[in-house]
């Protein structure tokens, strides 16, 4: 079945790095635009950054470019988020996303705590 399983979430002190990856199995990844999203609590899910299916384009929300940057290996059928300079206002859970078309799919999310 399809499965989007993140991984690398935790508790970070502010200024410091994670990387998250998203291990996606069950439908055909190569074709499949990725993306992470996240939420806080009491705010609207949004978009934080997203790559097309060959990686040739990348898009990201205007506050993270410099800070975020994604990527996949669709061998590997794997995506990454890697964040840096971590900022307590980036406390959300963050989820990955795949869609081709019509058809889209969620992963459970991982936490990302920022917090000294």
């Known amino acids: 079945q399809v499965q989007l399983v993140e991984s690398g979430g935790g508790l970070v002190q502010p200024g410091g790095s994670l990387t998250l990856s998203c291990a996606a199995s069950?439908?055909?990844?190569?074709?499949?635009?990725m993306s992470w999203y996240r939420q806080a609590p009491g705010k609207e899910r949004e978009l934080v950054a997203s790559?097309?299916?060959?990686?040739?384009?990348?898009n990201y929300a205007d506050s993270l470019k410099g800070r975020f940057t994604i990527s996949r290996d669709n061998g590997e059928k794997t995506v990454t988020l890697q964040m840096n300079s971590l900022k307590p206002e980036d406390t959300a859970v963050y989820l990955c996303h795949a869609q081709f078309k019509y058809r889209d799919y969620w992963g459970q999310g991982t936490q990302v705590t920022v917090s000294s």
């Open positions: 069950g439908f055909a990844f190569s074709i499949y635009a």
């Open positions: 790559i097309s299916s060959t990686g040739g384009v990348t």
